[in-house]
């Protein structure tokens, strides 16, 4: 990710929040430790995980 990718904040977590942004991956990291660690996942990694959690 660059300094100009838009990362959002997931608005289920809480105060204990994630950010996501998409490029050509999707990059996670925590809202409190930003530059600790990013999670860089290929987009279709990303949308797999998501089509096999349960849906309510």
Do not use: H, I
């Given at each position: 990710?660059?300094?100009?990718?838009?990362?959002?904040?997931?608005?289920?977590?809480g105060?204990?929040?994630?950010?996501?942004?998409?490029?050509?991956?999707?990059?996670?990291?925590?809202?409190q430790?930003?530059?600790?660690?990013?999670?860089?996942?290929?987009?279709?990694?990303?949308?797999?995980?998501?089509?096999?959690l349960?849906?309510?």
């Amino acid at each position: 990710m660059t300094s100009e990718t838009p990362w959002r904040k997931s608005n289920y977590s809480g105060s204990n929040c994630v950010e996501v942004a998409e490029a050509p991956t999707t990059g996670v990291r925590d809202t409190q430790y930003r530059g600790l660690v990013e999670l860089d996942v290929l987009v279709r990694e990303w949308n797999a995980l998501f089509s096999a959690l349960p849906k309510n």
